[in-house]
Structures are given as structure tokens and as C-alpha cells.
Nanobody, 124 residues
Framework: QVQLVESGGGLVQAGGSLRLSCAASGRAFSIYTLSWFRQAPGKERDFVAAIDHSGRLTYYADSVKGRFTISRDNAKNTVYLQLNNLKPDDTAVYYC?????????????????WGQGTQVTVSS
């Protein structure tokens, strides 16, 4: 069992930055692929970024490529999402998810665990 807790969200002006964290408790954190998704009001939960268990492989949605960076620290059981050059369209609740493989990353199906989310609001 893995419990995920996100933090670091907040209100920021367009062009600003935030760093989200997702802390995990439970066993075997280092074996999981970890991803960030986001969900705006009235919309589906969309894929943002993923990182494999070793931290060597990453994958990003086109909408955030070059602006967001995912990383992990297995010693601290934490995955991070650095958000730079934020835009109002980035406003959403950001969730982290854990899955046991590197396949089908961009769909919500197949993720074993989810956090409760952290709100990011970008003002224009």
C-alpha cells in the first residue's frame, strides 16, 4: 500500500513559478512510475508528466514541455513537479499517481494509487 500526499500549490501570477511535491508513505516507493495529472473544473483529468522508477526516463504532455520539469528523490520518497512560466490555462487541481509499469502513462486507468490533489491557480 502506498499513500500519496501532494503539496506546494497556490495562487501565482502568469509567468510565475511553483514547485509541487508528492510525498509517499508505505513500501516500495522506488519501484513505481510516478506521474502528475491535472483536472480543471468541468474537465477530465489530464496527463501532465511522468518519471520512471529510476528517474532516468521522463515524459511530458506537449502543453507543458519546456515549462514543467518532473523529478524524484527515492531516498526521500518524493516526486516533484517544477512549474515555470505558468499560464492561466494551467489552473487546475494537480494530482500525483503511482503505477507499477511504464505503459499507457497518459490514461488514468492503470494507476494503483492517487493523492488527494493540490490546487494551482494562475491569475492573468
Amino acid at each position: 500500500q502506498v499513500q500519496l500526499v501532494e503539496s506546494g500549490g497556490g495562487l501565482v501570477q502568469a509567468g510565475g513559478s511553483l514547485r509541487l511535491s508528492c510525498a509517499a508513505s508505505g513500501r516500495a516507493f522506488s519501484i513505481y512510475t510516478l506521474s502528475w495529472f491535472r483536472q480543471a473544473p468541468g474537465k477530465e483529468r489530464d496527463f501532465v508528466a511522468a518519471i520512471d522508477h529510476s528517474g532516468r526516463l521522463t515524459y511530458y504532455a506537449d502543453s507543458v514541455k519546456g515549462r514543467f520539469t518532473i523529478s524524484r528523490d527515492n531516498a526521500k520518497n518524493t516526486v516533484y513537479l517544477q512549474l515555470n512560466n505558468l499560464k492561466p490555462d494551467d489552473t487546475a487541481v494537480y494530482y500525483c499517481g503511482a503505477r507499477s509499469n511504464w505503459g499507457y502513462l497518459t490514461t488514468v486507468y492503470g494507476y494503483d494509487y492517487w493523492g488527494q490533489g493540490t490546487q494551482v491557480t494562475v491569475s492573468s
